[in-house]
């Protein structure tokens, strides 16, 4: 077993007359220890911590100070740092990476930071990070180097401090083996099952025995002595009639009045075997609606049927499966919705949590201590009976250090609601009243991957069903369900923010196909009052399905998409906008059947339809961009991509201005008129010329041109100019190649 600290006392070595200590240890063991206590990654506060930023300087970016962990190694930079980016190659985009390398090799044994350059290619990939042998690297950043480029811009630089596999947070416990504690649980399980068996049977034998030996079998007692007592009347029968027979012979002449006699006792004696009839039929009937008597037993092997029949319905194969299945669904419903509560230790009477995670005096309120929320078992909290007004918390959340992070519930009074925690969150304290008992447990109820929303029917604290919907989309989207259906015939006045998720599909209610041609009246209407900055906003997700959603009167953006993968969006439509229509950066996605109109407010120099910047794959078809401040479409930077089909008009520049400033767009079937350009190209100087194709589109009524060609080579194939004040225009070594078409 490896331990410290120790002390490590000095001694002298007699035959080298050297000192030596007792209890010297190399750097490596003590990294082992560390690395039980902490993970790789750099902490998680300041914000600012190893944030990578441009520098001043042309081609440099800067590091702010921090600390990291490596494999046990810790890292300390306690001054900025400005660090140098290669120059750019000439003919190829390329991605540095810049990285804490930590270095055991005996000539170096330091921890510091780098670039490691990547290889310049058409489709740049960032490097591969260094962990073997005596170096072990993470990645703080990603620079995106431009070809011909000679200045860093911010918008080039992408922080992966966040990203688990390149670098992440120092956490204190990444995992938990739980194989002990489970191997209890199923201990108590299997006792559990073992004596409910043991009560069972008890219970059954002594219901044998207030039923004598069981029902089935006193009634068929009861039976068997109907059928002996009618045997004995019809024996009597028999005598009887005999009997008269006799008498009928004997006494026919003399004695009519011995014959009417006989005549009534044998009309009673048939009543009376009809009626043991009837009473045997009934005794039958009952033994088979209580009791299965198999063929040939008697009273000893009879079985309750209804005991068989579970509240549900379920016909089960025996009395005994019943009970048993019954009792172990029953136990996985309760373990499925228990509560889990938290503890929330010694309350601290006459405080309240303040807006920075500390207390402050009240006379009325009382402070919990700190409730470890790490081992969670949901990332969903639920806290009744907490205090929020003025400036009290009813909520604060802290990291693993018990480093004030955030807090919920300020302004309004506020008594029950619902926190999602974030990864790095680890505890939380809560506000009440002196009076009030607080509490705060986990929500451990299933959730379910449908949910359904209705503003005019709805209420955020149903469960989301069908006939009890939410009020608002963000609650849907906050509870964790991945399709997500919203009432169309209502109007929302709620942004919806989605933030680091995946697989999330939001939908009229009743629209359930891909057909991405949809009548107005089915939209999802998203009103922001000019007050609220976006309608739709997404940071950081992947595989996210939006289908006829409307937004209007924002501050800002109507949509909002920053580095997204795989993003559907059909049939969305944004206007009367401040900015841009859609703004998308860092986007890899399909647009269809999507509108943007009343772009731009006139106060601005620039608001586009669809605003497409950094890097990404795009492709637009049949969207249609009109009465925008400055273009309909276009595209920026390394973006790549298809316009295909389409309208573009009345804009203030170009109804199509892709590509422009490096980024390689082709376009297709499109129409674009009234406006300044029909197509509009520009380069930024120092920027490599590119070529982009432009088939099949009609360009008309344009006030400066039809296709403006300024640093691109346009490769034309059967397009159609008319009515342009110029067809084409040319400039900055711009080329407009013509191949079949009509001008």
């Known amino acids: 077993m490896q331990g410290f600290p120790f002390d490590s006392y000095l001694t002298w070595n007699e035959e080298t007359h050297l000192p030596s200590y007792d209890r010297g240890v190399s750097s490596k063991p003590l990294r082992n220890l560390i690395g039980q206590l902490f993970t790789t990654g750099v902490m998680p506060n300041p914000s600012n911590n190893l944030q990578v930023h441009a520098g001043t300087d042309g081609m440099t970016v800067v590091v702010s100070p921090g600390f990291a962990v490596i494999e046990g190694g810790l890292c300390l930079e306690e001054n900025s740092r400005t660090l140098a980016i290669t120059a750019s190659d000439p ?107 043991v009560a069972f049977a008890n219970w059954f034998d002594y219901m044998k025995d207030q039923l004598s030996e069981d029902a089935a079998g006193r009634l068929q007692a009861e039976v068997d002595d109907l059928d002996n007592a009618k045997a004995d009347k019809t024996e009597i029968n028999d005598l009887a009639t005999e009997k008269a027979d006799k008498t009928e012979v004997n006494q026919l002449a003399t004695d009519k009045a011995d014959k009417t006699a006989l005549e009534t006792e044998t009309l009673t004696r048939a009543s009376a075997d009809s009626d043991l009839n009837s009473a045997i039929a009934v005794e039958r009937a009952r033994i088979d609606n ?19 029949v579970g509240e549900d319905g379920t016909i089960y194969q025996s009395a005994g499966d019943a009970v048993r299945g019954q009792v172990s669904d029953l136990k996985g419903h309760l373990n499925a919705i228990r509560e889990v509560y938290l503890d929330p230790g010694a309350f601290t009477n006459g405080k309240y949590l303040n807006g920075v995670g500390g207390l402050s005096d009240d006379a009325g309120s009382k402070v919990s201590d700190f409730m470890y929320v790490g081992n969670r078992v949901t990332d969903i909290v639920e806290l009744k009976n907490v205090f929020a007004r003025g400036s009290r918390a009813a909520c604060a959340i802290y990291n693993s250090s018990q480093t004030f992070i955030r807090y919920v519930g300020t302004g309004t009074e506020t008594t029950n609601f619902t926190i999602i925690l974030n990864p790095d969150e680890q505890y939380i304290r809560i506000t009440a009243k002196i009076a009030d008992t607080p509490r ?64 999330i599909t939001i939908q009229p209610w009743y629209y359930r196909t891909y057909d991405t041609s949809m009548p107005d009246n089915t939209k999802i209407k998203i009103n922001c009052n000019n007050s609220i900055n976006s309608g739709v906003i997404l940071n950081q997700c992947s595989n996210i399905t939006l289908i006829g959603i409307e937004t209007f009167n924002t501050t800002q953006y ?19 906008t401040f900015m841009d229509g859609f703004k998308l950066t860092n986007v890899d996605g399909v647009f269809e059947n999507c509108i943007a109109y009343n772009v731009g407010d006139s106060s601005l120099e620039h608001a586009d339809g669809f605003n497409i910047h950094g890097y990404g794959t795009t492709s637009f078809k049949n969207c249609i961009a009109h009465d925008c401040l400055d273009d309909g479409i276009s595209h920026h930077d390394a973006c790549t991509g298809v316009i295909d089909g389409g309208e573009y008009y009345n804009c203030g520049k170009g109804g199509v201005a892709s590509p422009t400033h490096g980024a390689q767009i082709n376009v297709y079937n499109v129409r674009s008129h009234h406006n300044a350009y029909g197509l509009y190209t520009a380069l930024e100087e120092g920027k490599t010329q590119k070529n982009s194709i432009i088939s099949n589109c009609l360009f008309h009524d344009n006030s400066n041109a039809g296709i403006l060609a300024n640093g691109y080579t346009l490769i034309g194939f059967n397009n159609v100019l008319r009515n342009n004040a110029r067809g084409t225009q040319t400039l900055s070594d711009g080329t407009y190649i013509i191949y079949e078409s009509n001008q």
């Open 91 to 197: 003919q190829f985009d390329r991605i540095d990476t810049v990285v804490v390398r930590w270095n055991e090799n005996d000539s170096v044994r330091t921890a510091d930071l780098h670039v490691v350059q990547g290889v310049p290619a058409q489709n740049p990939i960032r490097p591969t990070l260094t962990r073997e042998g005596s170096i072990y690297e993470i990645g703080i950043a990603d620079i995106f180097v431009t070809k011909g480029v000679t200045t860093i811009t911010n918008e080039k630089i992408t922080d992966t401090r966040m990203e688990s596999a390149r670098c992440g947070i120092v956490s204190s416990v990444s995992e938990w083996d739980t194989t002990t504690i489970y191997q209890q649980i199923q201990g108590e399980l299997a006792k559990f099952k073992s004596d409910e068996e």
């Open 440 to 503: 705060a447990y986990f929500n451990k109820i299933i959730r379910r991957a449908n949910a359904y929303v209705s503003n005019a029917n709805g209420d955020d604290s149903n469960d989301g069903t069908l006939y009890a919907p939410y009020k608002t989309i963000q609650k849907a989207v906050d509870n964790g369900h991945k399709n997500i259906f919203v009432d169309a015939t209502s109007e929302y006045s709620n942004r919806v923010y989605l933030h680091n998720l995946s697989d």
């Open 290 to 308: 209580i009791a299965s008597l198999p063929s040939g037993s008697t009273s000893g092997d009879a079985e309750l049927i209804d005991i068989r």
């Open 558 to 576: 109507g949509f909002s998409f920053t580095n997204c993968e795989n993003l559907k969006c059909f049939s969305c439509v944004t206007h009367d």
